[in-house]
């Protein structure tokens, strides 16, 4: 079985630009999770998605948002890009009735 | 006072020692726990999944949970030079994830050939 795939690896911006990543879950996977890795923070939960729905959301600005689309993919948008920006994205899929979650491979994020 | 608290390391080891890693967290809504272990600019793999208090042992890995005392462990056997990596703790109130997981944030485990 495919685990999750997360599009593109590597992504260099500006600032104030914005940007959109992609997530595509392990199949039959519905739930998928956001998270945003730092040295400093660590991994904090950006944003939750089941069937289509968001069900929570972190502690973070409303510059990063999210959707999920009806065959359980996911993109995160962020806008106007700040230079704390820079992180590791990480998208993990659950089948949803579990708090099982699995790690696609990330995001590499970098802000200049 | 952080939610969960996690000793960045490094722990370093030889290779064959038993490995004890731990966590501590002050949520008591937390009936979920994990263990994952991060490779070097990879994503996180699960290793151990526990609800509530207990054991649980695959293999060479071994989860306790001590609800009471808000305490988690991790316990490598026989460790090997590939063990090497950050070990993350997580944990979740909610049944389903839709809470998101906290985590700690990491030892970085270096098991010496």
């Known amino acids: 079985k495919a685990g999750v795939t997360q599009t593109p690896r590597y992504l260099i911006k500006t600032r104030g630009q914005q940007v959109t990543l992609s997530c595509s879950p392990i199949s039959g996977h519905r739930s998928v999770s956001w998270y945003q890795q730092t040295p400093g923070q660590g991994l904090q939960f950006l944003f939750e998605y089941f069937s289509e729905t968001q069900r929570n959301k972190g502690n973070f600005p409303g510059r990063f948002s999210g959707r999920q689309f009806s065959n359980s993919r996911s993109e995160m948008n962020v806008s106007t890009l700040e230079l704390g920006d820079s992180a590791l994205y990480l998208c993990?899929?659950?089948?949803?009735?579990?708090?099982?979650?699995?790690f696609g491979p990330g995001t590499r994020l970098t802000v200049l | 006072q952080k939610e969960v608290e996690q000793d960045p390391g490094p722990l370093s080891v030889p290779e064959g020692a038993i490995v004890s890693l731990n966590c501590t967290y002050s949520?008591?809504?937390?009936?979920?726990f994990m263990w994952y272990r991060q490779y070097s600019r990879k994503g996180p793999e699960l290793l151990m999944y526990?609800?509530?208090?207990g054991n649980k042992e695959d293999g060479r890995f071994t989860a306790q949970v001590d609800k009471s005392s808000k305490y988690i462990s991790l316990f490598i056997r026989d460790s090997q030079p590939s063990d090497s990596a950050t070990y993350l703790c997580?944990?979740?109130?909610?049944?389903?994830?839709?809470?998101?997981?906290?985590f700690g944030k990491g030892t970085h485990l270096i098991i010496q050939p």
């Open positions: 993990a899929s659950s089948p949803g009735q579990a708090n099982e979650q699995f």
């Open positions: 949520n008591s809504a937390f009936q979920y």
């Open positions: 997580a944990m979740s109130a909610w049944r389903g994830g839709a809470d998101g997981l906290t």
């Open positions: 526990t609800y509530s208090s």
